[in-house]
């Protein structure tokens, strides 16, 4: 509280306090849940942390760097097939996941110098490019034989009990990770920084901030969840397949759900991963006409409500339930008297 | 090998035909449209519809569908486009890339998962061939396709030289609001320009159905290939976007003889070297497409 002025700076809302708990708390929960829940829920949700894991990258690239990018199935589909490969070679196949992220990134660096030049649309399509030539090369590969592709066979030698819960516990640490990362990154000075970009790219580097090396840092974060999401995709698949892992399909279902959820906003892309995982469980059957309906909710929200449900509801609310910025309490000000 | 690079050549004249609507549309309005290559593909499905259910050449079916590809292209700039370019860079990358999704699965569901193709529609022309000196045959398909995409690329530049609504056209892209307060409907004048666009991609897709097979899904493919030349190109210019589809497919049908994925692969490779060798050149943040002049 400043006595003078009469306006005070917050970070902490009540709210907020009651989310953190709340966050922790249904994390100690899940952290047990394999005592207490049956296989097919335990692979449901590994695959719900997975889609999470999805959206919040996504969304740190587009909502918070402004790139969208149309080919991130090439992060995806390379996290995986890093996996098979280094399995392959005889890798414990649960570090191999984790190794698997961390090439990503390092190929993400080089990756991001030309692309990161390259503005909107052109950025977009450029990472698609990208994503069709890795899954060409990937072809190439005897291992993969081709469309065929090839199994993660090093994990049947686990007790399928043991390897689902390891699975489940490796896509929650991945998933608590990559959220705990991208909250404290953006309630950092860097975050200040890539929430300026967000708002105003010119007038943030105006003010001295770092743009292409912010942008750099999220294209690699981005890269290195996506590639560990692509990885514990595989573990719950077991078979890689090229078209599958490298589907622009994936980018469609990251693009649905920070749409839906919010883009730009922390809450909004998880939001909209537990709804995409809700609408895929009840609808997913149907298919097409199913994809039919992704598309154009995406296209719907892209016109009408470009800020999502979520950016909807703090709008009209003014509800932040994760502290990631600041705000100005106006309330008990002698200067609105 | 001549023979090779012919072919090659020829090829590039499809690329720039469907490279000629996207750079177009760029260039007018500041929006790469992710559903250009499922618009063609939809044109194709239109002109195999019009073909086997009412017999109709695809030749003939172009005098329905280029009209119908251009009400469409005015209706998506009216609907779509004009509403995404106001909320912000990032929605028309968005909202085309929706719509590409939609259409692609509406063929899937109307069409189902087998490759076609126009090929029965047309006859002798499919499998035709002019002899040239040197015992190299050239089809008469790809020579006629190579010929469409130097009159629409040329057509697109006089357009926009010398008629009234080219010039309000250019004035649009450079400026809407100013072009308002000389009298121009800066609304009407994209529409028309999404029209134009839309038409060459019905053309684009004939040319794709008549010339090889396509399926429900062979939009992205499609829109890549039209990036890729464009880029290549510089698009700066008619011959640009012609060299652009020219190397694309010399790349092409090069790398298609060292390893049945060498097609594809030398294709977005030469993308991408050219790509680099641009920003390399260039320094700063590098706009791939020009705006014509």
Redesign the interface.
Known sequence: MNAQTGFRIQRWTSASRATVAVVLLLLVVAVLAPLGLGAGAMDRLTILFVYVILAAMWNAL?GYA?L?S?GQQLFFGLGAYCTVKLADWGVNPFAAMLLSGVIVAAIALPLSL?ML??????F???M???A??AH??V??DPLVRGETGTSLLALNAFDPALRRNVIYWLALAAMTGSLGGLFLLLRSRMGAAIQAIRDNEEAAASVGVDVPSTKRLIFVLAAFGVGLAGALWLATALTFQPRAFFS?QWT?YM?FMV?VGG?GTFEGAIFGAVLFFLIETWFGATG??Y??G???????F??LL?RGIWGAIERRTGLRLLPVGYRLDLKSSELLK | MINTLVQGVLLGGYYALIAAGLSFM?SVMR??N?AHGSLAVLAAYALLVLAQNFGISPFLGLLVVLPAMAALGFLLQRF?LD??LR?????????T??????I???L??AFGANTRSLANAIGTLSYSSIALPGNIYVGVLAVGTFAVAVLVLGGLQLFLSFTAYGRAIRATSEDPDTAGLVGIDARLATAIASAIALATVGLAGAALGMRATFDAYAG??Q??FA??AA?IGGAGSVWGTLLGGIVLALAQTLGAKV?P?GF??AG??V??VV??VR?WLAG??????RRRT
């Open positions: 587009a402004g969208v149309v030309p030049r390259l503005r909107g649309g052109e977009a399509i450029g698609w490019v990208a069709e030539l060409l090369l072809n190439l622009v469609a693009i749409l883009i097409v006409w994809l039919v992704l598309g154009g909710t995406a296209l719907i892209a016109l470009p | 760029f929006i790469i992710l779509v509403r995404a909320a912000g860079p990032l929605v028309p990358i968005l909202a890339f929706g719509l590409s999704i939609v692609d699965n509406l899937f569901e992205g493919s829109l890549l990036f890729e880029v390893s994925l594809l692969i977005h490779g993308f991408l790509l680099f920003i700063g943040v590098t706009p791939l497409l």
